[in-house]
């Protein structure tokens, strides 16, 4: 063996202590990181459980308070259905009473009701059709 002077042991020592240190910084930092994670995972957990929690006490009542909003909509759209026809006819009625009693001819009656302003040409086209009375 070759002999070792205390400068050079020295110098192995300064080395050795280095190494360990930054072995020991590393080691710190990947614990940090570690520690780090486990936090964030915990805070994610506590949020999904909070968010499972709220949705949990969602109760009956808002269910029931829900659909029978979405019932009356529905009500409210049907009646307006009904409505909008119910005018409809009466609107029919008022055209057509006056002439049912009347010996005339329903597309002579009807027509210029249903005909645009100034156009004509259904009215025209009815009554020169071949076997067309008209009183």
Same mark, same amino acid.
């Given at each position: 063996?070759?002999?070792?002077?205390?400068?050079?042991?020295?110098?192995?020592?300064?080395?050795?202590?280095?190494?360990?240190?930054?072995?020991? @910084? =590393? #080691? %710190?930092?990947? /614990? &940090?990181? $570690? *520690? +780090? !994670?486990?936090?964030?995972?915990?805070?994610?957990?506590? @949020? =999904? #459980? %909070?968010?499972? /929690? &709220?949705? $949990? *006490? +969602? !109760?009956?009542?808002?269910?029931?308070?829900?659909?029978?909003?979405?019932?009356?909509?529905?009500?409210?759209?049907?009646?307006?259905?009904?409505?909008?026809?119910?005018?409809?006819?009466?609107?029919?009625?008022?055209?057509?009473?006056?002439?049912?009693?009347?010996?005339?001819?329903?597309?002579?009656?009807?027509?210029?009701?249903?005909?645009?302003?100034?156009?004509?040409?259904?009215?025209?086209?009815?009554?020169?059709?071949?076997?067309?009375?008209?009183?």
């Amino acid at each position: 063996m070759l002999p070792v002077d205390s400068m050079q042991l020295g110098h192995v020592k300064e080395e050795l202590l280095k190494l360990t240190k930054k072995e020991i @910084m =590393a #080691q %710190r930092r990947l /614990d &940090r990181r $570690a *520690e +780090e !994670t486990e936090q964030n995972n915990s805070r994610l957990s506590v @949020m =999904a #459980q %909070r968010g499972q /929690d &709220r949705k $949990a *006490e +969602e !109760t009956e009542e808002k269910i029931n308070s829900r659909l029978s909003a979405m019932v009356q909509h529905a009500r409210d759209r049907r009646l307006n259905v009904i409505t909008i026809r119910y005018k409809l006819f009466m609107q029919l009625e008022l055209i057509f009473t006056p002439n049912l009693f009347r010996r005339e001819c329903w597309v002579c009656v009807s027509l210029p009701h249903f005909s645009l302003p100034g156009n004509d040409a259904l009215f025209d086209i009815a009554r020169a059709t071949p076997g067309h009375v008209c009183m």
